[in-house]
């Protein structure tokens, strides 16, 4: 099977910064796009940024010019370095991978999640 682990949450001041990490590892051929969606108490999980096997990355508008999404192909890994950081922010956030798989004599893709991480903007 595959799994995704994400690292790098925690508590940070408004303004600070945080990185966050996600790992797959498992039965991977490759990935294709990665993503950060994230889910704020109340409110449904949205897409935070994503990034294709290629490097074509998509922000949503709040975190354009703050945040930034990078992968490591060799690794399957998959980061979000976050600066300025506003209380806004702050939720539960979600690594997503679209995983190649060999399956037999074929390949097949499905999507992965991780767990989550909690990030908190608070002072």
């Known amino acids: 099977q595959v799994q995704l682990v994400e690292s790098g949450g925690g508590l940070v001041q408004p303004g600070g910064s945080l990185r966050l990490s996600c790992a797959a590892s498992g039965s991977i051929f490759s990935t294709r796009t990665m993503g950060w969606y994230r889910q704020a108490p109340g409110k449904q999980r949205e897409l935070v940024a994503e990034?294709?096997?290629?490097?074509?990355?998509n922000y949503a508008d709040s975190v354009k010019g703050r945040f930034t999404i990078s992968r490591d192909n060799a690794k399957n890994t998959v980061y979000l370095q976050m600066n300025s950081l506003k209380p806004e922010d702050t939720a539960a956030y979600y690594c997503?991978?679209?995983?190649?798989?060999?399956?037999?004599?074929?390949?097949?893709?499905?999507?992965?999640w991780g767990q989550g991480t909690q990030v908190t903007v608070s002072s």
């Open positions: 997503n991978a679209d995983v190649i798989r060999a399956v037999g004599p074929t390949y097949v893709t499905n999507k992965f």
């Open positions: 990034i294709t096997g290629g490097g074509n990355t």
